[in-house]
């Protein structure tokens, strides 16, 4: 794991950076980005807290602190003044996508880097969308089948004071059933997929 505290330049204390976290929480895109190297200075043990405080959630802070330490490592792969230039000229939420990218399919710092300079122009939606297509090898009717799924398992329950209870609990059943089925038929897919390819052994996900 990369000390961040080594990394940065500055001689701050990890309060010095919590509480310049929290300052900068909103604003510009380079406030932001700020915001993200003050979240990776500040440890894990005090994300709740510091989440707290900007208020925000754990999760928001996690993206801000992947993306700082995103651009740590590819500054520390890869030419660092062509990185330090594409830091200040993409926006955040396209360093927070790519950071989500990078762990998703194990990309090399140097096909991050090339994905983030391709993306000028591009929406954080368009940027992800961009990056599944040509890196995500799941066949698209999959992926559709279990978005259906988990759209079955997300529908929430405030609509359901509109019918009987007992078809409250028939349908939350059916629902259960149709999900399980669906990942299954999804997971002997995959299976069939990898055999064809001549792979032999094989092994998926539970």
């Not at 709740?48 to 959630?57: E, G, I, M, N, V």
């Not at 993306?67 to 990185?83: H, M």
């Amino acid at each position: 794991m990369i000390d961040m505290q080594v990394i940065s330049p500055q001689v701050m204390t990890e309060d010095d950076w919590y509480a310049e976290a929290v300052r900068s929480r909103k604003g510009s895109d380079d406030k932001l980005k700020h915001f993200a190297e003050c979240c990776a200075m500040v440890s894990g043990e005090r994300t709740k807290d510091l989440a707290a405080d900007c208020l925000c959630s754990v999760d928001t802070i996690e993206q801000y602190r992947n993306a700082y330490r995103l651009f740590v490592v590819l500054e520390t792969n890869i030419e660092s003044e062509q990185v330090r230039k594409l830091w200040e000229a993409r926006p955040i939420e396209i360093w927070k996508s790519a950071a989500k990218i990078w762990g998703r399919y194990d990309l090399s710092p140097q096909v991050v880097f090339d994905y983030i300079e391709d993306a000028e122009g591009m929406s954080r939606e368009s940027f992800s969308a961009h990056v599944d297509e040509k890196e995500n090898k799941t066949p698209k009717w999959l992926r559709r089948l279990r978005g259906v799924a988990k759209s079955l398992c997300n529908m929430g329950d405030d609509w359901k004071t509109e019918i009987e209870p007992e078809l409250r609990d028939e349908f939350d059943a059916w629902t259960e059933q149709g999900a399980e089925l669906l990942d299954r038929i999804a997971k002997e897919r995959e299976r069939e997929n990898v055999k064809a390819l001549g792979f032999g052994q094989y092994q998926t996900s539970e």
